[in-house]
């Protein structure tokens, strides 16, 4: 078997300088490093190179397309672990001393979502730890509408998990309080309550998620139509109602498919104030 050819890259003075100057440099700690997930788009440059030098899109199942590899494991590494590896898959096989250099040009992969009281609420992508704080920072502050509470929904998606509703304080938020700046994680909801307010929320995937008013008794049906009515990647059959009770949260599964296709209007839960109404996505 012919032994691979070993490509040359040529360590120039100036880039010599460059890496004694990484060196020295601190590393940053393991948890404060961004994790490459699906979609991100990775600008990666190997010295000397310039025909593998461009940026890669990581693909849904975690790899990303790399000349003489073929594919190689993105996701769950840092751009500097990534790095590490390419330069010995690449030095191993294919080059003569590669020098290879990974960042993120597109953070794609962990998107959160701010409503309500926020300057400006819409989709935002994380590009690395972020607190509560830092988040709607980045979504222009808080409104002047906005009340006391902050509304923090996770894993309102997953199937094997009910989800989880954090009502925080507003003020300590805004004092420093690490206990409620919670750290936001990717596919989160956050909303600012209103001064005025609220009733009860819908989330996920609806027209109109947000933050609702009783104007008489309301069921979860009549409350999703409020919302706009379910969109088209919608899972009706995995809503959730999570519910505070003095005794703590409480979730309840309704399949509004029972309630839309069969008419089953007596299974439709009766919505109590300020529940959270969750409709997760279709993996389907």
């Not at 096989?93 to 250099?101: F, H, S, W």
């Not at 969109?231 to 995995?238: E, F, I, L, S, V």
């Amino acid at each position: 078997m012919t032994s691979p050819m070993l490509w040359p890259c040529r360590l120039t003075p100036w880039l010599a300088a460059g890496l004694v100057l990484l060196a020295w440099m601190p590393a940053p700690a393991r948890g404060q490093e961004y994790t490459i997930g699906p979609r991100d788009v990775l600008g990666i440059t190997v010295w000397g190179q310039a025909d593998l030098s461009r940026d890669y899109t990581v693909d849904s199942d975690g790899f990303a397309p790399f000349p003489l590899i073929g594919r190689i494991m993105a996701v769950g590494r840092s751009p500097k672990e990534l790095a590490a590896h390419l330069t010995e898959v690449l030095g191993k096989d294919y080059l003569v001393n590669p020098q290879v250099i990974v960042t993120v040009k597109e953070y794609l992969s962990q998107k959160v979502q701010v409503l309500g009281a926020a300057e400006r609420p819409g989709v935002y992508y994380l590009t690395g730890p972020t607190s509560l704080l830092d988040l709607l920072s980045k979504a222009g502050g808080f409104a002047s509408a906005a009340g006391k509470q902050v509304l923090l929904v996770r894993n309102h998606g997953a199937p094997d998990s009910p989800g989880t509703v954090l009502r925080l304080n507003l003020d300590k938020i805004q004092a420093g309080d690490a206990s409620e700046n919670a750290r936001v994680r990717s596919q989160d909801i956050v909303i600012v309550s209103k001064a005025q307010e609220y009733s009860y929320f819908v989330f996920g995937e609806v027209r109109k998620p947000g933050a609702y008013r009783f104007d008489k008794e309301t069921n979860i049906l009549e409350g999703i139509t409020v919302a706009g009515g379910f969109t088209d990647k919608a899972a009706p059959g995995r809503t959730r109602v999570i519910r505070s009770t003095p005794q703590g949260q409480q979730v309840i599964e309704v399949d509004m498919n029972d309630i839309l296709r069969r008419g089953r209007e007596a299974k439709s839960v009766i919505l109590q104030e300020s529940d959270v109404v969750v409709v997760p996505e279709s993996f389907f």
